[in-house]
Structure formats: structure tokens, C-alpha cells
């Protein structure tokens, strides 16, 4: 061939979108409808390059803010937004957060003196509530509203409309099967709408054929994936906004009461008030460890629990509960969580007179998995030496509940539970430096403005005690027993979150809407009857899906099968000898293959592009 005929034959030969404008042409309504993407999208997609030109020579103001709101609320744009927030949230899973642990976040700094005040300029240290993420976070909001109200609108009109009557040519679906049958057309069609019916699709009979439609439940789980996405980022923004969060250490005998004062650390949502906090009150009464005692997983905690009593607003009634790691307390919406647990060694001090000026149980914080412990040990008020003067009394502590003894080298513990409780004091007297008015940790001895006392050698006085042992400090200052009772403590947290309901909802009705859109077919199915010229019944049979699948065909020829039970093949009949060779009465689903090359209605059927 020729370059001039191939220059001719090229031109000649139709372009993809002109086969795709004749496919829709000659489906007509057959082939519309099968998506919730609005009419806009579809458009577009049918369009492609052929209306550029045009829209592009047609843009201005109206047109670009069109554009982009077709972008933004566009499937691509969505996947792009949803990827971004899940990027936005590593930072804020790998970087101390200052509405989580501001202490954290300083000693961060400290030790990254380069990274710190970059990571500040950037809001790293406040990720959820920076100006980027919160961008994000509205912009895929308005993404999901934008996609949602169109698809719901025109859904909604599918579901009140009936199938689409049948095309001309059913040979130019995917799927379809023929024969011919001495039933007439109008018992074909009355069996073919009774066996559909009975299928569960919505059938009616429009002119000479059946019209039938299924699935349905695609774009009901579709639209149901997306509301429950807006449901999740509501439920989001509502536990920020309006959540409480607050911990409490309580030695065993100790009790909380849920107000502001009670709490030793408390943060809340932007919008929340005091007056949000649920009234309540509890008592714990005991604290429950047990722990491996031999094999690989020696030490490892077996019973965590705490034992408490409480009572909600101004029901004094007290109940009991044990509340244990992941098992929560649940009252009126608040949540008391067990976190932690630890040691609080009972100590006396006296004064140089012999006065009890402390009797308490001091709770110590745990250093290593085997719970040796250190804190402090603070005299505020009270004591005075052994003229009667004024001062202050500060001990650095050390616990440990299994010592190893003198001989082990080390003053660690060696077991978790109380098997062998030794408490090591360092003794300091001045100012404690509370008087200044500042906050200090009450777990740690600020020695700078405190003079050791010495033993008989000049050292810092220092005694590791047993219990029931007694430290005497020097020139009549006065003693420090360690008190053969030893409490637990329990450390708990408070919590608030309004929208934790809403957010398991949106997530199981996420997941719900995600297989409904991913396994269920919107499908078609058209049957038509007519009597041929020789007075034989003629049956069509062709499917018309969603998207490409093998079960089309197959459903197809089961549908065909029982159709043909009640309308069965009509006998052969007849022909000269010299007549050409009858076409088999049962047609087999005709592959696209089959059709003519040249013919662009023979191309296959693109139904509709990608959908949100």
C-alpha cells in the first residue's frame, strides 16, 4: 500500500473518542446512569480532547472557579488529600507533641539545639492544631460535602426512575445470546419479566423487550463510604475540640473527686469548659500486681489491677469496680484509665524534741522494670531542730523492692514485687525553695540552697535502711524511720472525648460502604422478543455492567438457561441442499473479537470513567 493510501486510510479510520461518542450515541439511555458521578464528570470524560479547544477558549473567571472546584472535588484530589493527612500524622507520632507532654517536647529541644527551632518554625511540635494540617484536614472536608450532595441528588433520581429501555443493536454489549423459539414474544417477555423479577431485579417491559437493573447497593455503599468519612472527620474535630485529658497519681486509701484542683496535669480541646467535666468521685482502695517468677519472662507483670470504690453526681451511694489495663472505668462519658504503677514507702519524721511532724506515705517514681524507685522526701512546715528554730528537712530516696544485698555490688532491685523493700536516705536540711512561690517536681530534692548533714567521717549522710530502721540525724536534728508498712500507689488517667462513638461508627460504616462499592456490580440486562419474518420467535438476551467482569457473561447464560426451559429452541427446519449451513439457534455471548475491525461502535464498551 502506498504512503498516500495510508495517509487516506488514517484519516479515515475513526479516533477514540469519536468511537466512544458513537458507542453512546447508538447505547443511548441503555448505557447512562450507571454511576453517581455528576453530569459534569461524565461530560468531561466522554468529551476528552475533542471539546479542549472549546472549553479552554471559554475560560475565565467563572470558568477556572469551575475547574477548580471540579479538581477539588474529584476522586484524585481526594486520594491526593486523604494520602497527604496521613502524611501530615507521622510527624505527630514521632516528634513529642506540646498537647501531649510538654516536658517532652523541652527536653527535645535541649538536646536538638539545630532541629528545634526549625521543627517550631514548621509547627511540629503542634501538629494537629497547625495552620497545615488544619488546611488539609478542611480542604479534603469540603472535597468529601462537594462529591457527596451532587451524587446523592442524581442517585436519588436513578433509584425513582426505571431501567432504561432496551438500545437498538443489544449485539454491541459485552455480553449477549440469541435463538429462536416458537413461543410468542409476549410469553417470552412475560416469562423473561417474571424470572428477573424473581432475581431481585427491577424489570419492566418497555416496547418489544424487558428492561432489567441490579446492584444498586454499589453506589448506596459508595455514598456510604464517603458520608462515613465526613462522619470520621467530625468526629475528629469534635474529640479536639471539646476533649479533657488528666492524670492523677493515688496511693492506695487516697481518693479523687473529678475537678480541676484535683488533677496533677490536665489538658482539654480549645472548646471545652470546666463546667464539661463529668461529677464524679473514687477511692483506691487497693492495687493488685503479680509478676513471672521464673522462666524467660521473669519479672514480667501478670496481674495489673486496681480495686476502687466511686460515686457519680449526687448519688452518694458508693459501687465497686476493678479497673485494669485497656479495661477502663466508664462514667457518665468519662473514661478513668489504669497507666501505671509504683511503690509509696510509709515514713515518720521527727524533730529535734521528738515531735511527729511527717507520717506519710511517699509515692517514689519507678526507674527500671523492676520498679527501684527514687524521689524525695520534703518537711515543709512543722519541724524545728533541737533549739526550737524554724527550718526545713529534705531527703533524696532511693527504693528498692528486692534488694540484692551488700554483696551484689548493686543497689537496683532485682525483682518487682516486695520480696526484699530496702530504702536508701541521703539527709539535707535549709530551704527547699518553695517559699519562692515557682512550681517544682515534687518527685526530685533541689539541693542548692540545702546543706548536707555529715557523719562522723564528713561525708553526706547517708543510711540504707530496712524496714522498721531508723536514721538519726546529727547534734540532736531530730529522725527519719522507714515504717514496716508499705503501700502501692496507681497512676490514672481522666479522659473526655465526645466524639469517640461517632468516630467507631464512621470507621465500621466506612468499611461497610467500601465493600459494598468494591464486590457489588451495577449490571443491566435487556430480553427481547420479536417474530421474524418466517414467523419465528426471536430472543435476545444482552448485559451491560458497571465495569468490566467475568460474572456478567456468566449470569447472563444462567438467566438464558432458565429463560430457554420456558421458551425453548424451535425445531430446525428444512433447507435445500445447496442452501448455506443454518447459524447454531443458541448464540453464544458474542466476543467483541467477533466484530468488524473497521466498525467503531465494535470497539469495546468504555462505560464511564473512574468514579469517587
Known sequence: MSKAENDRTAEAAPTASEAAAAEARELGDAGSRLSTAPREERDDAEGGAAGAEGSAAAFGIVGWSRWFWRQLTSMRVALILLFLLSLGSIPGSLIPQTSVDELKVRDFQAQHETLAPIYDKLQLFQVYSSVWFSAIYILLFISLIGCIVPRTWQFTGQLRARPPGAPKRLTRLPAYTTWRTTAAPEAALGDALAILKRCRFRAHTVGDAVAAEKGYLRETGNLLFHI?????????????????????????????SNTLTQYDDFKSGSLFSTDDLAPFSFTLDEFTGTYERSGPQLGTPRTFQAKVRYSTGSDTRERTSVIQVNKPLEIDGAKVYLLSHGYAPVVTVRDGRGKVVLRDAVPLLPID???????????????????????????????????????????????????????????????????????????QLNTKKMKAFKDAKGAILKKTLLPGDTLTLPNGAGSITFEKDIKEWASFQVSQQPGGPWALAGAVCAIVGLAGSLFIQRRRVWVRAVRGADGVTVVEMAGLGRSESAKLPEELAELAGVLHARAPTAPERAEPADAAEPADPVAAPESPESADPADPAAETLEVEGAEK
Open 228 to 256: 462515613a468519612l465526613i462522619v470520621l472527620l467530625l468526629a475528629f474535630a469534635t474529640g479536639q475540640l471539646f476533649k479533657s485529658e488528666g492524670g492523677k497519681l493515688i496511693v492506695e486509701g487516697g481518693g479523687f
Open 369 to 443: 522494670n523492676n520498679i527501684s524507685s527514687s524521689g524525695a522526701i520534703k518537711v515543709m512546715d512543722g519541724y524545728r531542730d533541737k533549739n526550737g528554730k524554724r527550718d526545713q528537712l529534705g531527703f533524696a530516696a532511693f527504693f528498692v523492692p528486692t534488694y540484692g544485698g551488700k554483696g551484689s555490688g548493686q543497689m537496683f532491685s532485682r525483682f518487682p514485687a516486695l520480696d526484699f523493700p530496702v530504702l536508701n536516705i541521703g539527709a539535707y536540711h535549709g530551704s527547699l525553695g518553695v517559699d519562692a512561690g515557682l512550681p517544682q517536681n515534687v518527685y
